[in-house]
């Protein structure tokens, strides 16, 4: 399968705790999303790449939260001192920037759960 | 800020049923629209796209979409439904500029859909 890869898919961690997760997206793709997802909800962006370079990161992240592109190839997303609040699916995503319209195609998704 | 709104929070069908699913955006400018569609336990998959050109746009699995400029609607359709229709089904926005699409996503909070047989 040669789709978003996300690890890990589940995440059990104590409150305060650091949690990091890792998005590998579709090898040509030059952008990569980040996504939150409550129950209920729709995604809510976090934060995207183009290539290494982060361009826009939503008042949702916390200064807790910090995401890299090393390379413009995979991505991770830390969360530091995690919150009960911080409870979510958190999505990758990655599409191919052209002129015109882009598609976004998502992983399975990482499930974090604070205790 | 923009905003995608979707009417119906769970919508319950026989199989054979017609389905209409309304989404509306808040942008005024040009955007692209989407509906994408999660089964359960699976990831979300695109469903279909309007990017320009003909309103009325078909996807995958019988599904259609109509772009109505002037009321800022993507309401999706499906003349027919099936138990394996069942999902929940987001509608997603992205805001154009200069010809060059944004990317990011803007999601309505999602509609359930199930369909018994």
């Known amino acids: 399968d040669t789709g978003v890869s996300q690890n890990p898919r589940h995440k059990i961690t104590k409150r305060g705790q650091n949690v990091t997760f890792r998005c590998d997206p579709i090898?040509?793709?030059?952008?990569l999303y980040w996504y939150r997802q409550t129950l209920g909800q729709g995604p809510e962006f976090l934060t995207y790449f183009q290539n290494e370079a982060q361009l826009e990161k939503s008042r949702l992240l916390s200064d807790r939260f910090s995401a890299e592109r090393p390379k413009g190839s995979f991505s991770t997303l830390e969360i530091q001192r995690t919150e009960q609040g911080d409870s979510a699916m958190y999505l990758c995503?990655?599409?191919?920037?052209?002129?015109?319209?882009?598609?976004?195609?998502f992983g399975q998704g990482t499930r974090l759960t604070v205790v | 800020a923009q905003s995608v709104s979707q009417h119906n929070h769970h919508v319950i069908l026989s199989e054979a049923a017609s389905l209409e699913l309304g989404c509306n955006y808040s942008y005024g400018g040009t955007v692209n629209l989407f509906w994408y569609v999660q089964y359960p336990g699976q990831h979300l998959q695109l469903l279909l796209k309007?990017?320009?050109?003909?309103?009325l746009v078909k996807g995958i699995k019988g599904f259609e979409a109509e772009f109505i400029k002037s009321k800022f609607s993507f309401n999706l359709r499906k003349p027919s439904v099936q138990w394996s229709d069942t999902a929940e089904y987001f509608c997603?926005?992205?805001?154009?500029?200069?010809?060059?699409?944004?990317?990011?996503?803007?999601f309505g909070q999602g509609t359930i859909l199930t369909v018994h047989p």
């Open positions: 090898s040509e793709h030059n952008r």
């Open positions: 997603a926005v992205t805001y154009n500029a200069g010809g060059t699409s944004y990317g990011k996503l803007t």
């Open positions: 309007y990017f320009s050109g003909d309103p």
């Open positions: 995503a990655s599409s191919l920037v052209r002129t015109g319209g882009t598609e976004a195609f």
